[in-house]
């Protein structure tokens, strides 16, 4: 997994909830490299999964909650760092089902070896969208917090819906009028 979601991950929760509690988190994570992430660098899912433990357990939130918030904070982050989507998309459902198209090619650009979820989009109208997400990590709160990040950035209320489908998960996007 790529280092800007640890390093996100991590000034994440030093801007919200202290320095102390990020040092406490890495500490009690017990991770191979004492919480020392770049960037641009490869680490294991399993080290993410350890700091989120930990952070649960501090806070006494649920991982999946975990997941969905810091979905919604990274989603800024990634506006940040790539200013032109801005000019590119219309709307949260615009940019979301482009993510496989668009998006991922993108982050693959800049971060090499990333390994992205896989979006298809199954179906598409004006105010909703219907799209699959595929990844062995299972990620989807985080995914959810993305989904809603899109939607604030475009002043938008979106209403989330998921359903398995074997090793798919389906999500259904509608826009709130």
Known sequence: MKGLVFTELLEYVEENFGFD????IIENANLANDGAFTQAGNYPFEELVK???????????EIPKLLEIFGEHMFKKLISLNPQLKDNFNSSLDLISRVGDIIHPEVEKLYPGSDLPKFNLINRSENKIVIDYISSKHLEPFAIGLMKGSANFFNEKIIIAQEKIENITRFTLKLEK
């Open 21 to 24: 509690m990020a040092d406490k």
């Open 51 to 61: 700091l989120l433990s930990a952070l649960s357990k501090e806070l006494n939130i």
